[in-house]
């Protein structure tokens, strides 16, 4: 093994002193009854601190990244710490693993030494009987820590993946934002044609304002269902605020313009004076689309959406 690529395993006490040293590197010499903290960089002492206080509290900490002092460039490790009876591990790698990884290598160490004390006790019992069930402890509770850190990465997947569902949806209509536009086509390479069609509702200031956002919210939710209802598998809505969406139109859906009106007819529905402005702008097969792009095509279908509005005449009161 690449000794400077091994890991380190040190044993702490509730001070962070260097009670013993199972395992380091050649490019690192680490001394007991020295603090661990010696061996920190200066930039980084107060997030060992943080680190080491969360051990106290929790039983482990795990994926800080530390930069140590003294060593050879660019030594960074990265750490787990793990409390054990009175005692602390501390577990670091040099290349960039996760903490699960880190874990599964030490356990794997402590296995190798269990299989040694289990052989020699074959040929006396007595001398590694206590070193054996010591490590055999210590194994049973890291492999705990590593269920109880697979199961706290499991729900922190999960909560990531619903935070980031929240981040990209409208709650009131529950389509895709302004966010999910950008995420889902910048930088992408169209393979087909697309077109952008942007539409606003004509008086939905009167509707709120008279009948309240509880109406104005039942439009917006009423067209976004009668949208979805002529798109083709592979179109979009998104809703960019307020009363104004994009609607993403892909070259085989070539009846959606035709049927748009009719989705505007159907605001009627909710309000007499309710009808839809809109206004679109296309993209070419074969467009790399970046931000700066997006953007000004946006900005084309969004002036040709007001052109219409412009020419739109209130209906009366």
């Known amino acids: 093994m690449d000794n400077k690529k091994s890991g380190i395993l040190l044993s702490l006490d509730e001070q962070g002193v260097i009670e ?7 490019s690192l010499t680490f001394k007991k009854g020295t603090p661990i903290i010696t061996y920190v960089d200066d930039t980084a002492k107060e997030t060992f601190y943080d680190l080491f206080e969360h051990a106290r509290k929790h039983r482990f900490s795990f994926g800080t990244l530390l930069p140590l002092a003294g060593g050879e460039q660019d030594m960074r490790v990265t750490v787990a710490i793990v409390r054990h009876a009175g ?28 299989n040694r004390l ?10 590694d009987a206590a070193a054996f069930e010591e490590i055999s402890k ?6 705990t820590t590593r269920r109880a850190l697979e199961q706290k990465n499991r729900s922190l997947e999960s909560l990531n993946k619903r935070l980031e569902a929240a981040q990209r949806t409208d709650p009131l209509t529950n389509v895709p934002n302004r966010r999910a536009f ?5 930088n992408v390479t169209l393979e087909e044609p697309i077109r952008l069609v942007f539409t606003d509702f004509n ?11 509880q109406a104005g919210d039942e439009a917006l939710i009423h067209f976004t269902e009668e949208i979805r209802a002529i798109l083709k598998e592979k179109d979009r809505v998104y809703r960019f605020g307020g009363d104004e969406f994009l609607i993403v139109i892909h070259a085989d859906n070539d009846q959606f313009l035709k049927q748009l009106p009719e989705v505007g007819e159907s605001l009627k529905e909710i309000h007499p004076s309710l ?7 296309g993209l ?26 412009r020419s739109y005449k209130k209906s009366p009161e």
């Open 20 to 26: 013993d040293i199972m395992h380091t590197p050649e």
């Open 182 to 186: 950008f995420l889902d086509y910048e």
């Open 118 to 127: 289990r052989d020699s006790m074959k040929q006396n019992a007595s001398p």
């Open 275 to 281: 009808s839809l402005a809109e206004g679109s702008a």
């Open 87 to 114: 005692d602390f591990l501390f577990i670091g790698h040099f290349q960039d693993f996760e903490t699960m990884k880190s874990l599964e290598e030490t356990i794997s160490l402590n296995n190798k030494q269990i």
């Open 203 to 213: 008086n939905f200031k009167l509707v709120n304002d008279s009948l309240g956002h």
């Open 284 to 309: 070419d097969a074969g467009e790399t689309l970046s931000a700066d792009r997006l953007r000004k095509v946006l900005a084309k279908a969004d002036k040709n959406m007001y052109r219409s509005k």
């Open 138 to 143: 210590l194994n049973s509770e890291l492999i």
